[in-house]
């Protein structure tokens, strides 16, 4: 990703071997669906936030190893699972597994993960990193559940949607963070404030996801651009068009989101008419006060190469093209 890995490549070669160690399965069907996916050039934020928080606060042993790939896996599954609820294509520039080997494989591929992930967590036997799991992975469903329920729904409010992607995304980064301060035994205090960076590192990432989906190119975001308003993602660039603009542009929003198939011309004007009115903007602002906030969380911590990385970690957020 950037500069801020370099300094746990040891860490991430070993994470790539302990993937393919993890994942073993006597069904050959689903180890090559499993590979294709976790091995489809994803960026490994997550498994890096463990890897990075962990060494923050510490931890000198190898466990952070096996929780990193376990945190890829529970994030892999949801990507298995949300491109069946989206219908999903393509996703990192490949075709999906749902297109390839269809719904009934993805949706069990997925379940196998997530069982996996248990699975592994229960031969640690760590108990408050198995909680923290456990609640996130609840909060991922739902997270799911909430998107679905509002799908289409322009009275969507800036609530509505950061319970979403709180859920969806951000719990996940947390999870992954407060890990590190698990395994570093570290205090109530500094083990919330990792949670906080990371969940707030999660709100920015999802939010620049959503804006790129109206300013990125298909070649560069590994999916079709515009594939939120293609599915009725009510993203926050929308919400701030229909919350402040006038009838006119409010009306055609809501006609061209409950449409059943919207065109490259339909997709055009609404992205001028977010990029004219703000919507873009007003999101890359709320970009830079998240990660403002997750920087913040870091202060409790004294300096060190790790607390450097973890920085620029989230300065990337928001220069990320994809």
């Given at each position: 990703m950037s500069g801020f890995t370099e300094i746990i490549q040891k860490d991430l070669d070993q994470l790539?071997?302990?993937?393919?160690?993890?994942?073993s399965t006597r069904v050959t069907y689903i180890k090559?669906?499993?590979?294709?996916?976790?091995?489809?050039?994803?960026?490994?934020?997550?498994?890096?936030?463990?890897?990075?928080?962990?060494?923050?606060?510490?931890?000198?042993?190898?466990?952070?190893?096996?929780?990193?790939?376990?945190?890829?896996?529970?994030?892999t599954a949801t990507l298995l699972h949300d491109d069946v609820v989206d219908n999903a294509k393509t996703r990192r520039g490949l075709s999906t597994v749902n297109t390839v080997w269809g719904n009934e494989p993805s949706v069990l591929v997925g379940d196998f993960l997530y069982s996996r992930s248990f699975e592994l967590m229960s031969r640690d036997g760590n108990n408050e990193i198995q909680k923290t799991i456990s609640q996130v992975t609840t909060a991922l469903s739902e997270g799911e559940i909430l998107e679905i329920v509002k799908t289409a729904d322009t009275e969507t409010t800036e609530n509505d949607y950061y319970e979403i992607i709180g859920n969806k995304t951000a719990v996940l980064f947390g999870?992954?963070?407060?890990?590190?301060?698990?395994?570093?035994?570290?205090?109530?205090?500094?083990?919330?404030?990792?949670?906080?960076?990371?969940?707030?590192?999660?709100?920015?990432?999802?939010?620049?996801?959503?804006?790129?989906?109206y300013t990125s190119y298909n070649d560069v975001l590994g999916k079709r651009v515009g594939t939120d308003l293609n599915e009725g993602?009510?993203?926050?660039?929308?919400?701030?068009?229909?919350e402040n603009t006038g009838d006119k542009y409010k009306a055609y929003i809501e006609k061209v989101v409950t449409k059943r198939r919207i065109t490259k011309r339909d997709f055009e004007r609404v992205r001028n008419i977010i990029e004219k009115t703000g919507g873009i903007a007003?999101?890359?602002?709320?970009?830079?006060d998240h990660l403002d906030k997750a920087k913040k969380y870091l202060d409790i911590f004294p300096s060190s190469r790790y607390k450097t990385a973890l920085l620029e970690l989230a300065d990337y957020m928001l220069k990320r093209e994809m």
């Open positions: 790539e071997a302990s993937i393919d160690e993890l994942m090559e669906i499993v590979t294709y996916i976790i091995k489809s050039g994803g960026k490994r934020v997550r498994p890096v936030l463990v890897m990075l928080c962990s060494k923050l606060c510490g931890y000198r042993g190898k466990k952070h190893i096996p929780y990193a790939a376990i945190i890829e896996f529970i994030h999870a992954a963070c407060e890990i590190g301060a698990i395994l570093g035994n570290k205090s109530n205090n500094e083990r919330k404030a990792l949670k906080n960076f990371g969940y707030n590192l999660g709100i920015a990432f999802q939010l620049m996801d959503d804006v790129l989906d993602k009510v993203t926050l660039p929308l919400i701030y068009v229909l007003y999101t890359l602002a709320a970009t830079e």
